[in-house]
C-alpha cells in the first residue's frame, strides 16, 4: 500500500509521475479541454482517460477522472480507486479530486489504500514484473486542508482501515490448503499486536467447553476446529461489542456435498472471520473508547467417516440440541456457539457476519450484504454505519412464521436447515436469533460481496474484497461516540 501524504500545491505544479485529476465540469478542464475532447472524454460518472501532459502539468501523465457536480464520500473514494488503478506503471502519483472537507479527504485517501491492492504471494518474480508493471508506492492529495491536523489524522485513519480491509483480503485469498484452522487463526493471531489479547481453544478445549456446534462441521476434516477470541479493553471504555465470524476455511459441504464447479471459490467461506479480526485489529489501532470481544468460528468443512450426518443432533455451547439436515448449512453452526460465548460476555451489542446463504445472493445480488436483526433501532444504527462507508447494505426481515420452522425438529430443540426452497436467509437468521436472546444483534449475510469473480472495478478487487471491515469500524466508531 502506498505511502499517503497531503499537500496544497496545486495540480498543475505538483511532482509525480502522473497526476489524477477529478473533473465535475467544463471549469475542471481548463488548458487540458482540447485534449480531454480528443480523448472522448464525455463526463460520465467513473469514467478514466490517460494521456501525456505534454508540458501543460508537472506530471508527464494525466489521468481524468469523470466526478459528478457535487461528489460524495463514496464518489471520491471510487473516483481515487480508479484513478490510482488507471496510473498504470506509476511509483508516484498526485490527486486532485477537489475534497470538499476532511471526511472527503479521508474518503479519498481511503480509496487509494483500497485501489491499490494487489494479491500477488504466488506470483513468481517474473510473472509479477510481467504482468503488473511497479507498485505505486507514494501518492499526494492535493487539497486546501493539508496543513490542518484534522486532515492529516483523517489520512492515517484511512490507511489504517485500509491495511485492515486489504489484509482481510488477503486471508481470503490464501489457498485453502495453505489456511486449515490452526493456519488460519496462527496468521490471525499474527496480526493481531499488542494492544489486542487473543485466545484459541483447540478441539480438546471446545470438547470441554461444550461447544458441539463448531466440533460437529470440523469433525470430518482432520485438521481439527478452532475458536479464536480476540479482546480489547481500552481504559474508559463507554460500551462493549461483540463480533461473531464464520471462518470456514474450505466448504466442501461435507456429506452433503457441492457440485465441484460450486466449490472453487469455496476458500472464501471464512470471509466473515477475516472481516470481525481485521476489524477488531483497526479498532484498537484507531485507539476507540470501545470494548470489543470478537470470536472468530474456524474449523473445515469435509466429508469422511468421521463428519456429522444428516439426521445426527448436535449439542451447542448454550445447552440446546439441533438436528442437522444439510452439512452443508454449517455456517449457521458454528456461528451458534460463537454467539451463545458472545452473550456470555455481557456485550451491550452483538453483530456476526458470515458468508451465510446463496438465497440473500438471489435477493440481494452479488454487491449488496443482507442484514438481519431482533432490534429495529441498532439494525438502523448498522444500516447507517455501512452507507457512511460505502458498503451497500439492505435490511431483511425475519418473518415471524419461521419461528415455528425453526423450533419444528421432532427429535431436537431446533431443526438446523429449511425444509422449505425459499426464505433461506431468513430462516438462517431465525435460527441464529435463537442463540443470542435479548442483547440487541444484527446479522450481516455478506455471501454476495465477499467475493468478486469478475474483473475489477472502482476499489473492488478480484478475489477477496474485504467486505464489512468498514462497516464494523464505523460502527464502532458510532459506538464509542468518536465521531
Same mark, same amino acid.
Request: glycine share 10%; proline share 6%.
Given at each position: 500500500?502506498?505511502?499517503?501524504?497531503?499537500?496544497?500545491?496545486?495540480?498543475?505544479?505538483?511532482?509525480a509521475?502522473?497526476?489524477i485529476l477529478?473533473?465535475?465540469s467544463?471549469?475542471?478542464?481548463?488548458?487540458l479541454?482540447?485534449?480531454?475532447?480528443?480523448?472522448?472524454?464525455?463526463?460520465e460518472k467513473?469514467?478514466?482517460v490517460?494521456?501525456?501532459?505534454n508540458?501543460?502539468?508537472?506530471?508527464?501523465v494525466v489521468?481524468?477522472?469523470?466526478l459528478?457536480?457535487e461528489? *460524495?464520500a463514496?464518489?471520491?473514494?471510487?473516483?481515487a !480507486?480508479?484513478?490510482v488503478?488507471? +496510473?498504470? &506503471? %506509476?511509483?508516484?502519483?498526485? #490527486?486532485?479530486?477537489?475534497?470538499a472537507g476532511?471526511?472527503?479527504?479521508e474518503?479519498?485517501a481511503?480509496g487509494i489504500?483500497?485501489?491499490t491492492?494487489?494479491?500477488?504471494?504466488?506470483?513468481?518474480?517474473k510473472?509479477?514484473?510481467?504482468?503488473?508493471?511497479?507498485?505505486?508506492?507514494?501518492a499526494?492529495?492535493?487539497?486546501?486542508?493539508?496543513?490542518q *491536523?484534522?486532515?492529516t489524522r483523517?489520512?492515517e485513519r !484511512?490507511?489504517t482501515?485500509?491495511? +485492515?480491509? &486489504? %489484509?482481510?483480503?488477503?486471508? #481470503?485469498?490464501t489457498?485453502?490448503g495453505?489456511?486449515?484452522p490452526?493456519?488460519l487463526?496462527e496468521a490471525f493471531?499474527?496480526h493481531?499486536?499488542?494492544d489486542v489479547?487473543?485466545?484459541?481453544?483447540?478441539?480438546k478445549r471446545?470438547?470441554?467447553e461444550?461447544?458441539?456446534?463448531?466440533?460437529?462441521?470440523g469433525?470430518g476434516?482432520d485438521?481439527?476446529?478452532r475458536?479464536?477470541?480476540?479482546?480489547?479493553?481500552?481504559?474508559?471504555a463507554?460500551?462493549?461489542?461483540?463480533?461473531v465470524?464464520?471462518?470456514?476455511?474450505?466448504?466442501?459441504?461435507g456429506?452433503?456435498?457441492k457440485p465441484?464447479?460450486s466449490?472453487q471459490?469455496?476458500?472464501?467461506?471464512?470471509a466473515?472471520?477475516?472481516?470481525i479480526?481485521?476489524?477488531t485489529v483497526a479498532?484498537?489501532?484507531?485507539?476507540?473508547?470501545?470494548?470489543?470481544?470478537a470470536?472468530?468460528?474456524v474449523?473445515e468443512?469435509?466429508?469422511?467417516?468421521?463428519?456429522?450426518?444428516?439426521?445426527?443432533?448436535?449439542?451447542?455451547?448454550?445447552?440446546?440440541?439441533?438436528?442437522?439436515?444439510?452439512t452443508?448449512?454449517?455456517g449457521?453452526?458454528?456461528l451458534?456457539d460463537?454467539?451463545?460465548?458472545?452473550?456470555?460476555?455481557g456485550?451491550?451489542?452483538?453483530?456476526?457476519?458470515a458468508t451465510l446463504?446463496?438465497?440473500c445472493?438471489?435477493?440481494?445480488?452479488?454487491?449488496?450484504s443482507g442484514?438481519?436483526?431482533?432490534?429495529?433501532?441498532?439494525?438502523?444504527?448498522?444500516?447507517?454505519?455501512?452507507?457512511?462507508?460505502?458498503?451497500s447494505?439492505?435490511?431483511l426481515?425475519?418473518?415471524?412464521?419461521?419461528?415455528g420452522v425453526?423450533?419444528?425438529?421432532?427429535v431436537?430443540?431446533?431443526?438446523?436447515?429449511n425444509?422449505k426452497?425459499?426464505?433461506?436467509a431468513?430462516?438462517?437468521a431465525?435460527?441464529l436469533r435463537?442463540f443470542?436472546?435479548?442483547?440487541?444483534w444484527?446479522?450481516?449475510?455478506i455471501?454476495g460481496?465477499?467475493?468478486?469473480?469478475?474483473g475489477?472495478?472502482?476499489y473492488?478487487?478480484?478475489?477477496?474484497?474485504g467486505t464489512?471491515?468498514?462497516?464494523?469500524?464505523?460502527?464502532?466508531?458510532?459506538?464509542a461516540g468518536?465521531r
Open positions: 500500500m502506498p505511502t499517503v501524504t497531503l499537500s496544497t500545491s496545486k495540480p498543475t505544479t505538483a511532482s509521475d502522473v497526476l477529478g473533473i465535475r467544463d471549469e475542471d478542464k481548463g488548458e479541454s482540447d485534449v480531454l475532447d480528443l480523448m472522448g472524454f464525455s463526463g467513473g469514467q478514466t490517460r494521456f501525456p501532459s508540458g501543460l502539468t508537472k506530471a508527464p489521468v481524468a477522472v469523470a459528478p457536480q461528489p *460524495t463514496e464518489d471520491l473514494r471510487r473516483a !480507486a480508479n484513478g488503478r488507471a +496510473a498504470k &506503471n %506509476a511509483t508516484s502519483v498526485a #490527486v486532485a479530486l477537489h475534497p476532511v471526511d472527503e479527504v474518503a479519498v481511503e489504500g483500497l485501489g491492492y494487489r494479491y500477488e504471494a504466488y506470483k513468481t518474480k510473472k509479477k514484473k510481467d504482468s503488473t508493471g511497479p507498485e505505486l508506492t507514494s499526494v492529495i492535493l487539497s486546501p486542508f493539508a496543513r *491536523t484534522t486532515a483523517a489520512v !484511512a490507511a482501515v485500509a491495511e +485492515a480491509v &486489504n %489484509a482481510a483480503r488477503d486471508w #481470503v485469498n489457498p485453502p495453505d489456511k486449515r490452526a493456519d487463526v493471531g499474527q493481531a499486536g499488542t489479547k487473543v485466545t484459541v481453544w483447540d478441539e471446545l470438547a470441554k461444550r461447544c458441539g456446534g463448531i466440533l460437529g462441521v469433525r476434516s485438521s481439527p476446529p475458536l479464536m477470541t480476540l479482546s480489547y479493553e481500552p481504559e474508559g463507554v460500551s462493549h461489542l461483540a463480533l465470524g464464520k471462518g470456514i476455511t474450505f466448504d466442501s459441504g456429506l452433503s456435498i465441484g464447479a466449490m471459490t469455496m476458500k472464501l467461506d471464512m466473515g472471520a477475516a472481516a479480526v481485521a476489524a479498532i484498537a489501532r484507531l485507539g476507540l473508547p470501545i470494548k470489543v470481544t470470536y472468530a468460528c474449523a468443512n469435509m466429508p469422511s467417516g468421521g463428519a456429522t450426518r444428516p439426521g445426527d443432533v448436535l449439542h451447542m455451547r448454550s445447552g440446546a440440541t439441533v438436528e442437522v439436515h444439510n452443508d448449512a454449517e449457521r453452526l458454528v451458534a460463537g454467539l451463545a460465548l458472545a452473550v456470555e460476555s456485550p451491550d451489542h452483538i453483530v456476526d457476519v446463504t446463496g438465497a445472493i438471489v435477493a440481494l445480488g452479488q454487491h449488496t442484514v438481519l436483526s431482533n432490534d429495529d433501532a441498532f439494525a438502523e444504527t448498522v444500516l447507517a454505519a455501512s452507507q457512511e462507508a460505502g458498503e447494505m439492505w435490511r426481515p425475519i418473518t415471524e412464521e419461521m419461528k425453526v423450533t419444528s425438529s421432532s431436537g430443540d431446533l431443526r438446523q436447515h425444509p426452497p425459499y426464505g433461506g431468513l430462516f438462517a431465525a435460527f435463537e443470542v436472546g435479548d442483547v440487541p444484527a446479522h450481516l449475510d455471501a460481496p465477499s467475493f468478486n469473480e469478475g475489477a472495478f472502482d473492488t478487487p478480484v478475489g477477496g474484497t464489512g471491515v468498514r462497516t464494523l469500524v464505523r460502527l464502532a466508531t458510532e459506538l468518536a
